[in-house]
């Protein structure tokens, strides 16, 4: 079954730190690039990193700062987001997601979603 | 960044019905246009890809049109199982945007 899984959220404090990882099974991990997605409770979807297949390219979304930064471990199989200095507008339910193409890091849109990690940041 | 504007933010209609939401991107995103559906507590699932693909398992009631700036999602007979929020997004440029989403309710 191809699919990918989340973990590592939970409640931190502000300007804490915390490293999400997203184990895919099922497929290739190495063929595909990867995103993070994320949405603030009751809110909308916003996008927040990519990573190519072989690490060589990536993109974060310029409102995070370079607080967030994404890399994969395609031996593993796991892609990570490590998220630090974390802030109150951070909370966020965290879903890491599949390139639907094989090989392609851009124009592409995503195929395959995990269930989520809910991270909270509050004192 | 590329805004991504949908229309409308709620739409009630029945069984049965045939509806039409709209995304309107800031700038040309070409055919670089994916639909997603969320239903309450789950991921997001691909609907459309290039603005006018189905993806391989979804009904073909869902369908999708349009280029450039204008786009829409079209449900030709809504089904029980079709009441969520619907999400539009651009992949014609980093960084990925998203619309502000269509809840889909009940009548």
């Known amino acids: 079954q191809v699919q990918v899984v989340e973990s590592g959220g939970g409640v931190v404090q502000p300007e804490t730190s915390l490293k999400l990882s997203c184990a895919a099974s099922?497929?290739?991990?190495?063929?595909?690039?990867m995103h993070w997605v994320r949405q603030a409770p009751g809110k909308g979807l916003e996008w927040v990193a990519v990573?190519?297949?072989?690490?060589?390219?990536?993109y974060h979304a310029e409102s995070l700062k370079g607080r967030f930064t994404i890399s994969r471990d395609n031996s593993k199989n796991i892609v990570f987001l490590q998220m630090n200095s974390l802030r109150p507008e951070d909370t966020a339910v965290y879903f890491c997601?599949?390139?639907?193409?094989?090989?392609?890091?851009?124009?592409?849109?995503?195929?395959?979603w995990g269930q989520g990690t809910l991270v909270t940041v509050s004192s | 960044d590329v805004q991504m504007t949908q229309s409308p933010s709620t739409l009630s209609a029945s069984i049965g019905d045939r509806v039409i939401i709209t995304c309107r991107a800031g700038?040309?995103?070409?055919?670089?246009l994916a639909w997603y559906q969320q239903k309450p507590g789950k991921p997001p699932n691909l609907l459309i890809y290039?603005?006018?693909n189905l993806q391989s398992g979804v009904p073909s009631r869902f369908s999708g049109s349009g280029t450039g700036t204008e786009f829409t999602l079209t449900i030709s007979s809504l089904q029980p199982e079709d009441f969520a929020t619907y999400y539009c997004?651009?992949?014609?440029?980093?960084?990925?945007?998203f619309g502000q989403g269509t809840k889909l309710e009940i009548k």
């Open positions: 997601a599949r390139a639907r193409d094989f090989g392609a890091y851009s124009n592409d849109a995503f195929d395959i």
């Open positions: 099922g497929f290739t991990l190495s063929n595909y690039a």
């Open positions: 990573v190519s297949y072989g690490e060589r390219n990536k």
């Open positions: 700038q040309t995103i070409n055919k670089w």
């Open positions: 290039e603005a006018s």
């Open positions: 997004q651009q992949y014609n440029s980093y960084p990925y945007t």
